[in-house]
Structure formats: C-alpha cells, structure tokens
C-alpha cells in the first residue's frame, strides 16, 4: 500500500515541500505562531456551534459525533494549511500531495465509506429507530443498534445480525412498529352446509370478545371464496402493535371454540362419490 501511494505522488511537489520548509525564517516562525493560535479559538468556537446546532434539531448522537469529527477535521486541516503558508511554505505542493494520498485511501476503503454513508442516511432519514421491528436487507428482526458501520437487529428466536448499513438502504425497509394500531387477517373453512349468516356471527362474537381487539376501526367478516370442500371466509380485526401476535394465536384458538359452540363444521378437503345402480 505504501509503496503504491509512494509511487503515485508527483515527485516535483514531494521535493518543492521539501525545499521549502528548509526555507523558514524567523519571522515566518511568529507569523505561523500567532496563526496557530487564531486557528486554535476559530475551530472551538465552530466545533461549538455546530454542537449547540445539532442539539436544536435533536440530531442522533451517531451522527453528530460524525458531523463532529468531520468538521473539525476539515477545520484542522485548513488550519494547518494556513500556518505552513505562513512558514512560508508553498501549500500548492502540500495540497497536491494531501489529494493523491485522500484519492488513494478513499480507493482502499471504499466499502468503509459505504457503510459510513449508509448509516448517515439511516440516521437522517429515520425509517426505524431502536426497539422496532423491522424487515430489511433480507433480514427480520427488532433494531438494538443503529452504527455507523453496521445495524444490529435481533431475530425472533434470539439471534443477533449484523447489517452492513449500505446494504440496508440499498433494499426495501419494512417498518411494522411504525403505526401505533396493526391489521390481523386471519383466514378460515366452514362447511357449505352452515349458513353464511351463522358463521359470520359467530366469528364477530368471538373477535368482539378478545379484550385486545379493537372496536374502531371495525371489525370485518366476509366470504372470502368458495372452495371445492368448504366457504372461505375472511376476518380482519385490529389491535395495537405490540399486541399483534398475541390476538393472532388467541383468535385461531377462539374461533375454533366458537364453531364448535355453534356447531358449524370447519372442514377439510374430500370428494363426494355417488354410486349409480346399474340397469
């Protein structure tokens, strides 16, 4: 690496750089002084308005340690470069040197500064934040961690995965924690024998019975298809979020107690042979 970046400097501005700081008087010494010391009050006094910034607009704490070090980085960068020019140094040749070398590691860490940018836009667009549960890069599971580098989510059975972030917002994000309230649908058989009206009832007295369900916005039953052995039928109910899973289960449970107290069949799939005499 060191050999390849050595290779690509241009070596006229290597030896004028050189040339120069062997150049350096008195005077230049006291220039660059006092420079250094303007240079040092200017970048507080920035990096600490861009703080107070940052807290007005309620930024995350991972991007604003970022914009934070970018920022200062740049300031000490153009802070040094003031002072050399004051040395009496030719900056052209220290500003030529400084891009090769910015074009050569931004070559070498590529998929670094991907991953960086990717959590930046995470970060500031905000299509989930931690505790949500989420389905993106392939991958579902609640947010315990949003990097700069990597998301950290949890999977249902207790798995913890890694998402390189540009892999993230290079994909579709599915956010089911984002609504306050969450659809169930849930899909079921009765036999063509039970009337429609029957099995429609007894569906709404077992979803209205669920203490999680909500009234508003209403419940709804209807015929979904006819089948070759059964009706379909269609309930879909609402709920709040965190109780989406819990009505789920509870509800095909009950809804199975609910047939049988009505004494509705829920079938299965079978044929029907009539035998013929023969003449």
């Not at 950290?152 to 306050?180: C, G």
């Not at 899909?187 to 709404?204: C, F, G, H, Q, R």
């Amino acid at each position: 690496m060191l050999l390849a970046l050595a290779s690509v400097l241009p070596e006229e501005a290597t030896k004028s750089l050189w040339d120069n700081l062997r150049n350096i008087t008195a005077s230049g010494v006291f220039s660059a002084v006092l420079a250094a010391v303007v240079g040092v009050i200017v970048v507080k006094v920035l990096l600490r308005v861009l703080d107070r910034a940052l807290d007005r607009f309620q930024v995350d704490a991972p991007l604003q340690r970022l914009l934070r070090a970018l920022l200062k980085g740049g300031l000490w960068s153009v802070a040094v470069i003031i002072v050399l020019d004051r040395l009496g140094v030719e900056v052209t040749s220290l500003i030529a040197v400084l891009s090769v070398v910015g074009l050569a590691f931004s070559l070498a860490l590529q998929n670094f500064l991907s991953n960086v940018a990717g959590g930046m836009q995470l970060l500031a667009s905000h299509p989930f934040s931690v505790g949500d549960f989420v389905e993106a890069g392939g991958c579902s599971g609640t947010v315990e961690e949003i990097g700069m580098f990597y998301t950290k989510l949890t999977t249902p059975d207790n798995r913890l995965v890694q998402l390189p972030n540009n892999t993230i917002v290079s994909a579709n994000i599915t956010n089911f924690s984002a609504q306050p309230t969450r659809r169930v649908e849930l899909k079921l058989t009765a036999s063509y024998d039970a009337p429609v009206d029957a099995v429609k009832e007894a569906l709404a007295r077992a979803a209205a019975a669920h203490p999680l369900t909500l009234a508003d916005p209403e419940p709804m039953i209807r015929v979904e298809g006819y089948r070759d052995s059964a009706i379909e039928y269609v309930v879909r109910v609402w709920c709040a979020n965190a109780d989406y899973w819990t009505v789920y289960y509870d509800l095909l449970e009950e809804f199975k107690a609910a047939f049988d107290a009505a004494e509705i069949e829920m079938t299965y799939p079978h044929v029907n042979v009539h035998m013929l005499e023969a003449r």
